[in-house]
């Protein structure tokens, strides 16, 4: 069974370090530099960090707040599960977890960013019934929008 762990403290961050996922030509890894700029964020006063366990082993990691530059939106960071843990709902459930916090904080709606080669958090957010939006400040991938 899955655990759904919320982080409150900067250094329990740190069971991210050395995480890495591939998919296609993206590569992504969690060195200091990224979790530096996570613990930064979980200072947020509305931040939601939740760790996934599953026998207590690390599984699964969200995040999201409300520093996006657009009032009443929240921003959800990141979204990371193990490789081989594809495809057994870890990551469903954590966007679930992270819509339904922005919502109990008031948001107008969710905001993501993702790769272009990214196309499981691409259908992930199509899922979730999120939108492909032309975000003015960023255009190194896809920007998208779920409005409440």
């Not at 982080?7 to 991210?16: A, F, H, S």
């Not at 613990?39 to 947020?44: G, S, T, V």
């Not at 272009?116 to 920007?143: A, H, R, S, Y």
Request: aromatic share 14%.
């Amino acid at each position: 069974m899955i655990e759904y762990i919320t982080i409150t403290k900067p250094e329990d961050i740190n069971v991210l370090r050395g995480k890495t996922a591939t998919y296609l030509s993206l590569h992504i890894q969690y060195d200091d530099e990224t979790l530096d700029y996570l613990k930064d964020h979980l200072q947020d006063e509305d931040s939601l960090y939740l760790i996934a366990k599953e026998d207590n082993t690390f599984v699964g990691f969200c995040s999201i707040d409300s520093d996006w530059w657009e009032n009443g939106y929240f921003f959800l960071r990141e979204i990371f599960v193990e490789p081989n843990l594809h495809q057994r709902g870890i990551g469903k459930e954590l966007m679930q977890r992270c819509i339904a916090h922005a919502q109990s904080c008031g948001a107008n709606g969710v905001v993501t960013e993702t790769a272009f080669e990214n196309v499981p958090m691409q259908k992930l957010c199509k899922k979730f019934g999120f939108e492909e939006w032309e975000n003015p400040e960023w255009d190194e991938g896809i920007t998208y929008k779920l409005l409440f």
